[in-house]
């Protein structure tokens, strides 16, 4: 019990830091391709050759990060139960 309330403090601090990245970059490179937009390819000679659009971003190369996801959910909630 003693060490939850120690931990408590950074906890919250980590969190707020989380927020505030939320808020001023919504969007985070996207973890299949890297934030390029598109995926490597290795041809036979061993040379990088660019290859398809990536199928998760859809070749933008971002994503929304999950924070800002739940703080829009929890806008767009709000925002329909006060109409």
């Excluded at 808020?23 to 390819?41: E, H």
């Excluded at 290859?51 to 929890?74: E, P, Q, S, W």
Aim: overall charge positive.
């Amino acid at each position: 019990m003693a060490s939850l309330l120690h931990a408590m403090p950074g906890l919250i601090f980590i969190a707020l830091c989380y927020a505030c990245l939320c808020a001023v970059s919504p969007l985070g490179n996207c973890r299949k391709c890297k934030g390029w937009g598109f995926r490597m390819r290795q041809t036979r000679n061993g040379r990088l050759k660019r290859g398809r659009d990536c199928r998760r971003c859809d070749g933008y190369g971002k994503r929304v990060r999950i924070g800002r996801r739940l703080y829009n959910a929890t806008v767009r909630l709000h925002r329909e139960g006060t109409r």
